[in-house]
């Protein structure tokens, strides 16, 4: 049975305490004065039209003491502090140990989410403006599922457009040599050379637009050269997601090419129901808020003047397909933040059509941009745009490097994987430790440091803790809640209780950076704890106690670093 958290088993004893105050609805939450604040009593002063310390004191009064509370006061204009009892704080921790999920519930059951994150274009590299959506989309795959829910990944590739005419009239026109790079970095120098002679001849870019028809159109030659393509393509996105550790497979691709036959309804069926509307030649959505620089309406064009469909169609299609057909109660867009007047457009429209339903919440997941050392977009020292391989293998060198002086006696093979554990964990842990909508730089050097807010340092606590209880040798960690706490075992207990709420409130805002902050503090409680605290001295039954909050603490470290796709290593 999940064991709920202490400001739940709180708030539901307030509630009780105050049920002659109709309207009370109290907030808990942690504070420096004391264990707990709870803060509403001003709220209902004012709709009861009473003093709020009379409030809050009626709220002391009705609460028992012994049990959960061991003291509740007044404070400050009308809050409540409350301090917990020891014997409540123990057995909180010999509940969560004895169950598997560390006292996490399932609030996610019975709701599909699809996640739509990633995104690379078919024929191109990864670059290091792909990191952050798929990092942040797959810490949301795995936090939503560990909380119970079911989730759809949905790599949204592009791989339709008159950029494959081009690709495949090009490659047709200029058969590849024997000796030619057939890895995806051939295969995008022959996408640039085929993008200037597009730019450059225009009977080249005729040709191409020809070649696109054909491709539209199923001709067995152009769709064969295309397959080829995307397996190339989709052979490289694998190799660099598995370097990633991310869960995205090739199963989870779906290519614009997958709605291309529903393009044609979906333009039909807003016509008709004149949610869109023929503007110059094209088919557009408008919207009475959204205006360009000259005043002027700005619309979402479905449908071009020549014909043809953009993105707008494609992911109209791609959401109606999700919420009829996958039955979406939730639909995830892990997107850079350019794209936000896109989304909002995007959605509007789908409400308007009724392909959107009110109780299908729809939310673009926004993150900002990887800057370099000069507070830019990160590009390299030609100005080229970074490749995420690149990037990658450069923080598994670095990592190896630091692994190699904390450990010189490992083995090649073993300080190979726990660089791969290093360096990916930082690169990751950076990303996902800054509030996703925000830009960050990118630093190696701060990333590896095994000190301050990084992966390394979390690795790092997690080790020490299992090398804490290897040399307990399997000394006993029964709780006994019979025993006296020092304030550091207060303030670490406080801490992994919060670690069920810190998931909910991850999933509240789509934040996984609340998570990263929640296991920075929870490591910093625990080397106080430890500091403060003899573990293998201590004497029965202090040494079952704190070998139960070193065995919660590696748990939930290692449950933490998990749902944000990190390695934990039981030795650094």
Request: with cysteine; charged share 25%.
């Amino acid at each position: 049975m999940t064991v709920p958290s202490l400001a739940s088993s709180l708030s539901a004893a307030v509630t009780t305490a105050a049920v002659a105050l109709p309207g009370f609805a109290p907030l808990v939450r942690r504070s420096e004065r004391a264990d707990f604040q709870v803060d509403g009593a001003l709220a209902a002063a004012r709709t009861l039209r009473r003093n709020p310390r009379d409030v809050a004191a009626e709220i002391v009064a009705g609460l028992p003491v012994g049990g959960l509370v061991a003291t509740a006061e007044v404070a400050g204009p009308g809050f409540v502090n409350l301090g917990l009892t020891d014997a409540a704080l123990l057995s909180q921790v010999a509940g969560r140990l004895a169950d598997p999920r560390l006292g996490v519930g399932t609030p996610e059951a019975g709701v599909t989410t699809v996640v739509d994150y990633s995104q690379p274009n078919i024929a191109k590299e990864m670059h290091v403006g792909h990191l952050r959506s798929t990092i942040i989309g797959d810490a949301l795959v795995r936090i939503l599922e560990h909380l119970g829910g079911t989730v759809v990944r949905r790599n949204h590739v592009g791989d339709w457009g008159t950029q494959f005419g081009m690709l495949i009239q090009y490659r047709s026109e200029h058969p590849a040599p024997v000796t030619e790079d057939t890895s995806l970095r051939g295969l995008a120098l022959l996408y640039r050379r085929a993008r200037a002679a597009f730019d450059a001849d225009p009977a080249f870019a005729e040709r191409s637009r020809r070649r696109v028809v054909a491709l539209q159109g199923g001709d067995p030659e152009t769709t064969r050269a295309w397959q080829q393509i995307v397996a190339e393509s989709t052979r490289y996105f694998t190799e660099v997601y598995d370097l990633l550790g991310v869960r995205l497979t090739a199963a989870d691709a779906v290519g614009e090419s997958a709605y291309n036959a529903a393009l044609p309804g979906v333009a039909a069926d807003l016509a008709a129901q004149r949610t869109a509307v023929t503007s110059d030649g094209a088919l557009c959505v408008f919207f009475d808020d959204v205006r360009g620089p000259d005043g002027e309406p700005t619309p979402l064009i479905v449908r071009k003047r020549d014909g043809g469909f953009g993105y707008a169609a494609t992911d109209l299609a791609a959401l109606r397909q999700r919420v009829t057909e996958l039955r979406a109660d939730r639909l995830l867009y892990v997107v850079d933040a350019r794209q936000a007047l896109h989304f909002r457009m995007v959605f509007d429209t789908a409400r308007r059509a009724g392909w959107l339903p009110s109780d299908v919440p729809a939310a673009h997941v926004a993150f900002g941009t990887v800057l370099g050392p000069d507070g830019r977009p990160f590009k390299t020292r030609a100005g080229d745009t970074v490749r995420l391989v690149d990037l990658l293998t450069e923080a598994v060198d670095r990592a190896r490097e630091v692994v190699a002086a904390k450990n010189p006696d490992l083995t090649d093979a073993a300080r190979d994987e726990r660089a791969r554990q290093v360096g990916i964990g930082a690169v990751k842990y950076a990303d996902l430790a800054t509030s996703r909508t925000r830009d960050y730089t990118y630093d190696p050097d701060r990333m590896l440091a095994l000190t301050g807010n990084t992966g390394v340092y979390l690795q790092y606590a997690h080790a020490r803790v299992r090398s804490i209880l290897a040399r307990a040798d399997g000394a006993d960690e029964t709780v006994d809640p019979g025993v006296a706490l020092d304030p550091a075992e207060r303030a670490l207990i406080l801490d992994l209780d919060a670690f069920a709420d810190v998931l909910d409130e991850v999933v509240a805002g789509y934040e996984p950076h609340r998570l990263c902050g929640h296991l920075h503090r929870l490591a910093q409680s625990f080397t106080t704890f430890y500091e403060r605290c003899p573990v293998l001295r201590a004497e029965s039954p202090y040494r079952g106690n704190r070998l139960a909050l070193c065995r919660l603490t590696g748990d939930t470290l290692r449950t933490g670093l998990g749902l944000l796709g990190i390695d934990a290593p039981e030795r650094l």
